[in-house]
């Protein structure tokens, strides 16, 4: 069994900066066997991808956050980072974690195995 044990995120003005973290657990796992990537859903919209990385460091970006959103992880501490600037209203959400084991580059939510609680990110002024 993979727990997702997600942390950060809140509120902020347009402009503004978050970090969220995951943290994944469970017997024998290991980010070294899994792309680990961010997913949004906004009231009333589909979840959609943010960004991915895989085993190798490779990334995946959506258009909507290239250039704002920065996806990393720390493989020996089993932890996943999102880093969001230049926060626009638009990217208000609930932010999750997913994991899945082996490689892709696709940000498609249906591939994906586990996934964390949620977390909220609220962009307002």
């Known amino acids: 069994q993979v727990e997702l044990v997600q942390s950060g995120g809140g509120s902020v003005e347009p402009g503004g900066s978050l970090r969220l973290s995951c943290a994944p657990s469970?017997?024998?796992?290991?980010?070294?066997?899994?792309?680990m990537a961010w997913f949004r859903q906004a009231p009333g919209k589909v979840r959609e991808g943010v960004a991915l990385?895989?085993?190798?460091?490779?990334?995946t970006y959506a258009r909507p956050v290239k250039g704002r959103f920065t996806i990393s992880q720390e493989i020996a501490k089993n932890a996943i980072y999102l880093d969001s600037t230049s926060l626009k209203a638009e990217d208000t959400a609930t932010y999750y974690c997913?994991?899945?084991?082996?490689?892709?580059?696709?940000?498609?939510?249906?591939?994906?195995?586990?996934w964390g609680q949620g977390t909220q990110i609220t962009v307002s002024s």
């Open positions: 990385i895989d085993d190798l460091d490779r990334v």
């Open positions: 469970g017997l024998n796992f290991s980010l070294s066997y899994y792309t």
């Open positions: 997913a994991a899945y084991l082996g490689r892709t580059l696709v940000l498609q939510p249906s591939k994906f195995n586990y």
